[in-house]
C-alpha cells in the first residue's frame, strides 16, 4: 500500500487529454512538501518530468502540466502522443514517515 | 551531459550481503544529495535509503533500517549501498537518484533529479 494513491491505469486516444491524480494526507502533500512527477518506461532510467508541482525542465514538451492543491496532486497530459505511453509516477516527503514517498504509479495506454 | 551508473547487483541467499556501486560524472558530486530507490518486480517505485552531500545525514526507509548502509565516496565519484542480511523481498531494480537543487515558486525544491538505468538484485534460496 503506497503512501500516495494514483489510479493504476489510465488510458485515451491520440490527441485526447489525460489526468493523474495523486491523493496524499496531511503529513505529506498536504504539509505543504512539494509534488515531483517522474515518467518511467520499463527497464530504462526513469525520467523527472514535473518537480516542485508544476514545474517542467528544459526539454519537458508543455503538452505536460502539474498542479497541486491541498492533500491532492495532478498530473495532466494533453494532445496524447503514442510515445507517451509508459508509468508515471508521484513522489513527495512524509514528515510523520521522516522519508520520500512514492505513488502506486500509474500506467497509461495511447489506445 | 550527467550519468550516473550503478553496479553490483546480481543473485544472492537470504541472509547473505552484497554492495552495490553507482559511478557519477557530468556534475560536482561532493555538491548533492543522493538516494538510492528500489522496484521489486511488478511493483512500484520504493525509497531507499538518502545522504547529504558531505555525506553527514543519512536516512533509510523502515524496511531496510538497520541492514542497508548508504555512503560515498568522493574522490571516486561513487554512492554505495551495502546490504546485509538480505531477504527475498529486498529483490528489486536498484537505482541511484541525483537529488536536484530548483527553483520553485517560494525557494528551492529538491526532485531525483537524474536516475541511473539500474541494477538488478535477486534474493532466491
Known amino acids: 500500500q503506497s503512501v500516495l494513491t494514483q489510479p493504476p491505469s489510465v488510458s485515451g486516444a491520440p490527441g485526447q487529454r489525460v489526468i493523474i491524480s495523486c491523493t496524499g494526507s496531511r503529513s505529506n502533500i498536504g504539509a505543504d512538501h512539494d509534488v515531483h512527477w517522474y515518467q518511467h518506461l520499463p527497464g530504462t532510467a526513469p525520467k523527472l518530468l514535473i518537480y516542485?508541482?508544476?514545474n517542467r525542465p528544459s526539454g519537458v514538451p508543455d503538452r505536460f502540466s502539474g498542479s497541486k492543491s491541498g492533500t491532492s496532486a495532478s498530473l495532466a497530459i494533453t494532445g496524447l502522443q503514442a510515445e507517451d505511453e509508459a508509468d508515471y509516477y508521484c513522489q513527495s516527503y512524509d514528515s510523520g514517515l521522516n522519508g520520500w514517498v512514492f505513488g502506486g504509479g500509474t500506467k497509461l495506454t495511447v489506445l | 551531459q550527467v550519468q550516473l551508473v550503478e553496479s553490483g547487483g546480481g543473485e544472492v541467499q537470504p541472509g547473505r550481503s552484497l554492495r552495490l556501486s553507482c559511478v557519477v560524472s557530468?556534475?560536482?558530486?561532493?555538491?548533492?544529495?543522493m538516494h538510492w530507490v528500489r522496484q521489486a518486480p511488478g511493483k512500484g517505485l520504493e525509497w531507499v535509503a538518502f545522504?547529504?552531500?558531505?555525506?553527514?545525514?543519512?536516512q533509510y526507509a523502515d524496511s531496510v533500517k538497520g541492514r542497508f548502509t548508504i555512503s560515498r565516496d568522493t574522490f571516486r565519484n561513487t554512492l554505495y549501498l551495502q546490504m546485509n542480511s538480505l531477504r527475498t523481498e529486498d529483490t528489486a531494480v536498484y537505482y541511484c537518484a541525483k537529488e536536484g537543487a530548483l527553483y520553485c515558486s517560494g525557494g528551492k525544491c529538491y526532485p531525483f533529479e537524474y536516475w541511473g538505468q539500474g541494477t538488478l538484485v535477486t534474493v532466491s534460496s
Open positions: 516542485g508541482n508544476r
Open positions: 557530468g556534475f560536482t558530486f561532493s555538491d548533492y544529495a
Open positions: 545522504i547529504s552531500y558531505d555525506g553527514r545525514r543519512t
